[in-house]
């Protein structure tokens, strides 16, 4: 169990994971990396122009590439914002920000591309509209760059697999805001060329990254721990709990932000797209996400609309019993009886059920250590680095007890336990 030394323990296991994460088994870390001098980010967006200011600062020749002049200029309009703010922290000269944006070229050309060493696709999570890219990308990108999906969910061989160069394809799954956030999850897919994987790895450090390594998946590792957090999260709003308890508990925890706030800043519809993915999978759940996805169609998007879980106004967040009412009358049709919830409760199944995922994606070497899985949750999703990430908190306050919660769980909470509770295979032999 925890002590004392807990928080020291997990600040130098956090230092070795970051060290372990760089070994790749099977793969010779004396391969010869790919020359990148230039690269070539596909979308101007909000994600876009992020990674474009990852590369200017890191002194690479950037080509911003998007479909309409409007499109591209408020892009670059962004980037010079975003600069802007970094002048007013102190953080960079205006010398320093005129020389990144000098890196910044804009285009709205494929043929721009042609000599680019590496080329990032930032845009619509759309698993179509990423093909067609890609197709595009073929046939202009000379022999040898590497072709890089940004996606945050979608199958990485399904969009190689349109290519006639599946080796030259990976993941960069950048996090938003991507010129802040340390990150990076690199993607590695069936085809991918061991180069190109040592490549991303060395060009995550010269940009200043955390690089985790995940295999191909829903979600890869973050966003498939993500999703059973969420569940848990706006299940308990529909069972009683309010938004602004769930995130109080969540922070009480030590998380930087609760589940609702997190959706809120992220985007609800951002949310929404995401689980078409994976509709046929949740059919037999009516109540799955049935929080987010009301909120969806009532257009409440979170801050960027000015309405989500909560009311935004300029800066204050405040509560809002329509989302209560919401929640009740939800609740109702479904014949989910409304309960008093303990902030134990809230955290519990959050959390459990984040680390009961986890132990799946380890069985299924998605990740190929438990420590990647920490980098990833501490660097990307506001877990309390005190805590040193999900799973050496598990190993702290140990495994047999987290199964007998969720065992616990899977009883109490009728069809949604007996469904969603089911412990993972091995979860007792699982290597923390």
Known sequence: MMNNHFEERAAQYLISAKQAAESIPGLDPTTPVRDIQTVGIIGAGTMGAGIAMNFANAGFQVILLELKQEALDRGLENIRKNYGYTLKKGKLTQEQIDNNLSYIQGSLSYSDLREADLVIEAVFENIEIKKSVFKQLDETCQPGAILATNTSYLDVNEIAAVTKRPKDVIGLHFFSPANIMRLLEIVRADATADDVLLSTLKIAHTIKKVPVISGVCWGFIGNRMFEPYGREASRLVLEGASPAQVDKALTDFGFAMGFCSVIDLAGIDVGFFA?????????????????????????????????????????????DPEVLALAKETAEALNITQRKISDEEIVERCLFSMINEAIKILNEGIAYRASDIDLVFVNGYGFPASKGGPMFYAKELGLAHILERIKYYQSVLGEHGQKWFEPADNFLSCQL
């Not at 078409?276 to 009301?294: F, M, N, T, V």
């Not at 009532?298 to 801050?303: D, V």
């Open 275 to 319: 689980r078409e993915g994976i509709r046929a999978q949740l059919e037999h759940d009516p109540s799955y996400q049935i929080i987010c996805d009301k909120l969806y169609q009532l257009e409440r998007y979170g801050q960027k609309t000015g309405r989500g879980f909560y009311i935004y106004e300029g800066r204050d967040r405040i509560d």
